[in-house]
């Protein structure tokens, strides 16, 4: 309530204008950096990958249609010690002692075999749900990524924006001091001013033109940043002009419960319950139907014996011109069940459970320090918006200073050092001022990650 009540006295008009945190080119700006991260994109096709991967999990399911076949030629020498048979009539003896045989012929055959999984003994179903929870933790993973790419990019639109406000501020100064060394120089011709003076001035225009060299060095820096974060020419980012005022933070209904990190703990853990359900019901069987449709063929066969015929005394030989079966139906279901496999399912169970322990472990100690990071920006974004207050009263001082010291000064009522030294105390004023208000902002954002709130939805509310 006193965080709200304090939002309300220091923002009432600018809520009354419907003030924005950031403008239309601002934001426009932070969406060309998010599609342009390469960290990003990486991120990205490896949740593609996984994706595919989840989806062959399931895929086991489908049935698979192979062929195969292969054609051979096979020759042999058989011996072989028969028992003696004596045919009936002629009373000849066969297979006497030991017969040698000689055997060839050629194979062709061929099979297209159609196989399905019936039940994968719930591995499938664990191995897919424990994938998708895998997916969900990255993606989770990949917000936070997104929330510092945002942060990285509305705090170089700070820092250009203060240097720009510094340069105005010096750029006041040199003309102030200009228009007074010009003053001086008049009053030293006529004899109300010493060379003491102008010379000093001069010492404090040289200390202004070192100042503006160094800070227009570091916007070009922060220019060709802004120029590799978003693919903008250096040229046209150069143009753009940015706000630097206080951040309007409405309160939102997240805490720190909803940050990325928690979620894609809470994914984690529920991804290593689900292989400990798959490894756990290892010992279930798999159980498949199967389907093969086969030719096969045995020609130009022959087998040579030792033997010959009774009366015409010809060799005996066995000719095969072929042995053709087509079509050969073979259609059932079979399993497989790993009843014992060396306790490697029982060690994998052991690890698994000990990974989740660390997640878990890891969880409790994340939601501690989250708790704590959240009250603590929460604390650090009221004391910036009433140092706020605060530095806005400086800077109406310093100018009324200022305003006194230079008619002071004209009158002849304190020195020069005293004049520079309100010129001096003016600028740090207005400076000041600005880096607090950049500080807030930085703290409104930092507060908007505290509740996993920073995304490009929230930056105007």
Request: net charge negative; with cysteine; aromatic share 8%.
């Amino acid at each position: 309530m006193k965080n709200s009540l304090l939002l309300c006295f220091l923002f009432v008009s600018a809520a009354m204008l419907s003030q924005e945190n950031l403008s239309v080119t601002e934001l426009e700006l932070i969406q060309l950096s998010l599609e342009k991260s390469y960290s990003l994109k990486n991120a990205n096709n490896d949740l593609t990958i996984d994706s595919i991967e989840t989806k062959a999990i399931k895929q086991n399911f489908i049935p698979t249609l192979s062929m195969n076949g292969g054609y051979a030629y096979g020759a042999a020498k058989i011996n072989a010690d028969i028992p003696t048979f004596e045919l009936p009539i002629s009373g000849t003896e066969i297979f006497n002692g030991e017969s040698q045989f000689e055997a060839k012929g050629h194979f062709l055959n061929a099979n297209l075999t159609a196989k399905a999984l019936l039940f994968s003994g719930l591995q499938v179903n664990y191995g897919s749900k424990a994938s998708k929870e895998k997916i969900k933790a990255k993606n989770f993973l990949l917000d936070r990524e997104k929330a510092n790419i945002i942060k990285d990019v509305v705090d170089t639109f700070d820092k250009i924006e203060l240097l720009e406000r510094s340069k105005v501020v010096l750029v006041e100064s040199e003309k102030r001091l200009a228009s007074e060394k010009t003053r001086v120089t008049v009053a030293i011709k006529n004899g109300l001013a010493t060379p003491f003076e102008r010379e000093k001035i001069s010492a404090a225009e040289l200390n202004l033109a070192s100042k503006k060299m160094e800070l227009e060095g570091n916007l070009r820096l922060l220019h060709l940043k802004l120029s590799v974060l978003s693919g903008k020419p250096l040229g046209e980012v150069e143009k753009y002009s940015f706000g630097l005022k206080p951040w309007l933070f409405t309160q939102s209904d997240q805490t720190y419960s909803d940050r990325p990190e928690l979620n894609a703990l809470r994914a984690s853990i529920e991804a290593y319950e689900y292989k400990l359900k798959m490894n756990r019901n290892h010992f279930l069987p798999k159980v498949a139907a199967f389907a093969t449709l086969s030719y096969f063929n045995l020609f130009n066969s022959e087998i040579k014996t030792p033997y010959e015929t009774p009366i015409s005394e010809q060799p005996v030989n066995l000719d095969l011109n072929y042995f053709q079966g087509f079509p050969a139906y073979l259609v059932g279901v079979g399993f497989e069940w790993e009843i014992f496999n060396g306790l490697k399912s029982n060690n994998q169970i052991q690890i698994t459970s000990i990974e989740k322990d660390m997640a878990e472990n890891k969880k409790v100690d994340a939601e501690e320090k989250l708790k704590l990071f959240e009250e603590k920006v929460k604390i650090e974004f009221e004391v910036k918006n009433q140092q706020i207050l605060l530095k806005e009263k400086e800077k109406e001082v310093a100018s009324n200073a200022l305003n006194l010291a230079i008619a002071s000064y004209r009158e002849g009522l304190i020195n020069i050092s005293e004049r520079l030294e309100a010129e001096t105390d003016y600028q740090d004023a207005i400076l000041e001022y600005y880096k607090m208000v950049a500080m807030q902002r930085q703290t409104a954002l930092e507060l908007l990650t505290s509740t996993g709130s920073l995304t490009m939805n929230n930056l105007n509310n």
